[in-house]
């Protein structure tokens, strides 16, 4: 969490994207429509407006400032709902008739204008557009009323698409009018986009693209502008590797269209850097904003607004940089310039000092920050409104720098004064809102009052909760990673707040215990299986209803940064849309039995856990967090929260040394194990510090986090010469909320599935295993002589599609292969690691994961296949995995080198194989933390069949073949290497 950030990036659309040819074929282009119009003028303005239109770009902000020249209007907003007009010649005479593809771009044109002062007016022009390709007869004002029942029915039940399905099956559309088509499909795209209805926005572009493919030209420019907006759509969903591709194809598209030194490829070079900005390739963007500096400036007015933008994008990027200097002087300039041109009132002049005020923050020149934002508060005050959101925002900010220079007492009123705003204009949902109620949190925090701060905290994270419950199940994957960025610093915060002041307020030690219990492994949980068994299940009804619920639900989210008034002018009605969405909700519990139940938070206490806690047992739940001066540091801490039977609240234990254990310590811990060398080190890192209060408690029930997902606790050596195992009887679980939980019913069937010592292939590039081909025969006889059915499938019948598609729900599934892990990956876009693209392996750990299987010494070489879900290439990723048939299985045991490793995430676990059998439903996993000595692993594994199907009980069955080991090998090397999750 950065509490104090002025900083503002500026990204691009294309409203209106350009014409068919390229620009040196525009005389052609009009003497085809002078033609095909009823009256021509010659030079006419007419002529030239639509030259206009389908030729160049109309440019408007996506994000960044909400100051701009349209903000800053005092002009009648219904003026904007005029529709389309008559044009008169040179002479003001001559009232011309206009055509029906003439009053769709005219309707455009109004509703673009509009896009910045009324959402509702722009839709209303947008659809109009619609309605005269769909009447020819149509005309007049484009009043709601004037909308045909068609138009306004399908945008209200979001089947707008099947208009455009009849508009476009009319033969006798002319290439202007298709044009006009495309260009209002493209406007309704940025209308949604522009609101963060980006699964919407997608649709809309996405149809806009097929239509231009099929209609226009796929090699067009008009091509070329709809790649450039889903490129900024694809970088807003954190689908980098797919912006970068439509970005990369819009820039060729330019520039095969000879419009490389036109005003629409700075646009495009500017969305590039914020792009490469974004990725932290920070010289590209440089390099990409300064060409487009350099052509914007031969075509737009350097003093104007959208140039003072892209200053604005490379100053930022050179803060970034810790280029201090030159972004100390971007600033300067632009301030002189909005001088010069509107003298020390104007908002675009106090944009800039918010600006420079962030910079000289960052730099400690804090004698200059105050007046700065001060003067910019004071000029946002006269010249717009004291609810307008930038007044809002620069007095927040104002806030922030009080709070950051100590002056505790200024921040309070301030932030106060701010929170009042957004509550009164914006209501308590407003992601501004919550962001200002946290630096009120946390500024009570460090003043010393530490019973408000629990207040406001308290506030805070509620609202967080249940905005997550209401529409964090309806998003994608990407949309929850991003979603739970902006959210989770709040939660940071608390957990740093409540870890300091739990010995005075011991219920804030449960408050964080709690909150913990209910967010973690948020990102991955079984609401991401269903979704894609939902979508993959063939069931149109149960489809679309889902995905109406998805689309409502991120309406709805998007609707809560609107003010109270926006919301009465765009004619939303929250109430509505909430009855709406939860009659979506019990239509689909009717339909899906798991779709109630993997949509909710976790909602376990304290209480609950406690309850199940017998004498000599007790729960650790381990959080990690980054460690909080004035804001979130790079440091990190661990807490151990420790309850027991009847507890009220748990005992927290924190080590404050976070970033040594994550780094030299898990680094000379995993050395010593795999080299055999006495440890006398990481006992004294990793468990002194709670060995003493949980020496009572013989069972410990352990939710990891951080890195000691790296480690084998079990293995930690004391200085007496005894390991934790010989003290403690460890239960690894994924979270200590499932001592309270009911576990899912898993099969009854006793069927074992058996996959080992593949044949890799003839180049001999992985060893082949026989160890394995002796463990899995060994287990197939143990199972027979008890009664077990054992399937077994060795060599070439150990395929990865065996596992995707034949193997279904068994009792216990066993995997004999090799494993593996990547860390880092390395290699330029287009190229391939493990059979896995580098681009998407890069963003995805769960590509750089998995087992290799039959046959994958023939794939991984090829580069022809770019999809990630290859049917059998002879690698079964962890992001494969997810989508496995293991809902009912009771036990996965991957015998497999690494197969615990994954990338870790603080409050999320390993991001790898474990996580990802966790998701598809396998109930416990045995798993390795390093590689394994063959022989080793074939004894423990044989040893463990033969304790749990005499036993049944897995976890003893463990302990008992990690003993046996440990009489043969003393060293962890052997008899540690593999742990038992759930």
């Not at 945008?155 to 298709?178: C, G, Q």
């Not at 994270?461 to 905005?467: C, P, S, W």
């Not at 034949?806 to 216990?812: G, H, T």
Request: proline share 2%.
């Amino acid at each position: 969490m950065k509490t104090f950030s002025f900083k503002t990036i500026f990204s691009l659309v294309t409203i209106l994207f350009s014409g068919l040819f390229a620009p040196q074929a525009s005389a052609q282009l009009m003497n085809k429509l002078k033609k095909n119009l009823t009256e021509s003028l010659t030079s006419s303005p007419r002529d030239k407006q639509i030259t206009k239109d389908t030729t160049f770009y109309n440019l408007a902000i996506s994000q960044g400032s909400k100051v701009s020249f349209f903000d800053n209007r005092e002009d009648n907003q219904n003026a904007f709902l005029l529709g389309a007009k008559n044009y008169t010649d040179n002479s003001g005479n001559n009232v011309v008739k206009l055509t029906r593809a003439e009053k769709v771009f005219d309707s455009n044109r109004s509703g673009s204008i509009a896009l910045n002062i009324s959402k509702w007016s722009a839709r209303m022009n947008f659809l109009g557009g619609l309605n005269y390709l769909l009447d020819e007869n149509y005309g007049g004002s484009l009043a709601t009323s004037y909308l045909s029942d068609q138009i306004l029915s399908a945008y209200n039940d979001n089947n707008l698409f099947e208009v455009v399905e009849v508009i476009t099956s009319n033969n006798s559309l002319d290439l202007l009018e298709k044009y006009g088509l495309a260009k209002t499909m493209m406007n309704m795209a940025i209308l949604h986009h522009s609101q963060g209805q980006f699964t919407i926005a997608k649709s809309y572009y996405e149809q806009t693209e097929t239509l231009i493919k099929e209609q226009i030209s796929p090699n067009s420019q008009a091509m070329a502008s709809v790649l450039n907006n889903l490129a900024v759509l694809y970088k807003d969903l954190g689908q980098y590797t797919e912006a970068e591709k439509a970005m990369a194809e819009c820039l060729r598209l330019m520039a095969k269209n000879g419009s490389d030194d036109q005003m629409e490829y700075a646009v495009a070079l500017n969305n590039e850097a914020i792009l490469r900005f974004e990725l932290g390739r920070n010289e590209q963007a440089v390099s990409s904003l300064n060409k487009s500096i350099e052509l914007a400036a031969k075509h737009i007015n350097e003093k104007g607004t959208d140039f003072t933008k892209l200053k604005i994008n490379l100053a930022v990027i050179y803060q970034n940089q810790k280029k201090y200097t030159e972004a100390e002087a971007i600033y300067k300039e632009l301030l002189e310039l909005k001088e010069k041109r509107f003298g020390k009132s104007s908002p675009d002049y106090a944009e800039i000092q918010n600006q420079l005020a962030g910079l000289y923050m960052e730099l400690g020149r804090t004698d200059e920050v105050e007046g700065l934002l001060t003067s910019a508060v004071e000029i946002y005050k006269k010249k717009l409104k004291e609810d307008h959101p930038a007044y809002a925002a620069t007095l927040r900010n104002l806030g922030k720098y009080y709070y950051f220079t100590d002056q505790y007492d200024k921040a309070v009123t301030t932030f106060s004064d701010v929170i009042g705003i957004y509550e009164r204009n914006f209501g308590n949902n407003h992601p501004e809102y919550l962001g200002t109620l946290e630096n009120m949190a946390v500024t009570r925090w460090k003043k010393g009052e530490t019973d408000k701060a629990d207040s406001t905290f308290g506030a805070l994270l509620t609202k967080h909760m249940d905005l997550l419950e209401k529409y964090f199940g309806a998003m994608s994957e990407n949309e929850k990673g991003k979603y739970w960025d902006k959210v989770r610093p709040s939660f940071l915060a608390f957990y740093n707040f409540a870890a300091e002041n739990s010995s005075k307020k011991p219920e804030l030690a449960t408050r964080m215990y709690e909150a913990h219990l209910s967010t973690k492994g948020i990102l991955l949980s079984s609401s991401v299986k269903l979704r894609q068994n939902i979508l993959n299940s063939g069931n149109q009804p149960l489809i679309d209803t889902y995905l109406n619920w998805t689309n409502l639900k991120e309406s709805l989210a998007s609707y809560y940064s609107l003010s109270k008034d926006e919301l009465k002018e765009q004619k939303i009605n929250l109430d509505s849309l909430e009855s709406s969405a939860n009659g979506l909700e019990r239509k689909l519990n009717q339909m899906s039995g798991d779709f109630s139940d993997a949509n909710k938070l976790p909602s376990v206490k304290l209480a609950d856990v406690a309850a199940k806690l017998k004498a000599g047992e007790m729960a650790v739940e381990i959080i990690t967090y980054p460690s909080f001066d004035k804001s979130l540091t790079d440091n990190s801490k661990y807490t151990f929260a420790l309850v027991k039977n009847g507890a009220t609240s748990p005992e927290l234990v924190t080590i404050s040394n976070g970033k040594d254990l994550e780094t030299r310590y898990a680094k000379a811990y995993r050395n010593m194990v795999t080299n055999k060398v006495e440890d006398a080190i990481t006992y004294e890192q990793f468990w002194k510090p709670i060995a003493g209060r949980v020496a009572s408690s013989k069972k410990l029930y352990m939710s990891l986090d951080g890195v000691y997902n790296q480690i084998n606790v079990i293995t930690l050596k004391a200085a007496d010469g005894s390991y934790v195992k010989d003290k403690h009887e460890i239960v690894l679980l994924s979270s200590t909320r499932q001592l309270a939980q009911t576990a899912s019913a898993k099969s009854a069937s006793k069927n074992t599935v058996l996959v080992g010592f593949p044949n890799y292939g003839s180049k001999s590039t992985l060893s082949p295993l026989p160890g394995t081909q002796k463990e899995v025969q060994a287990i197939s006889a143990l199972a027979k002589t008890s009664g077990t059915t054992a399937d077994v499938y060795m060599q070439d019948q150990a395929t990865e599609a065996l596992l995707k598609d034949q193997v279904k729900n068994p009792r216990i599934l066993h995997i004999a292969t090799h494993g593996f892990f990547l860390q880092d990956v390395a290699g330029t876009d287009g190229d391939k690691v493990l059979g896995v693209e580098i681009s998407k392996a890069k963003e995805n750990p769960l590509l750089r994961s998995g087992l290799f299987m039959a046959g994958v010494e023939g794939t991984t070489g090829s580069v022809e296949n770019k999809e990630i879900n290859t049917a059998d290439n002879g690698i079964l990723t962890a992001y494969e995995v997810l989508n496995l048939n293991l809902e009912q299985t009771d036990m996965v045991i991957l015998s497999a080198c690494e197969t615990g490793l994954g990338e870790i995430k603080g409050g999320e676990g390993v991001y790898g194989l474990q996580r990802a059998f966790q998701v598809a439903g396998a109930g416990s996993i045995i798993m390795s933390l390093w590689k394994v000595n063959d022989e080793a692993t074939q004894e423990l594994m044989v040893n463990f069949y033969k304790e749990f199907l005499k036993s049944g009980d897995k976890q003893v069955a463990f302990a008992k073949a990690q003993n046996a080991l440990r009489t043969k090998y003393a060293e962890p090397y052997y008899w540690g290497a593999f742990v038992m999750m759930n």
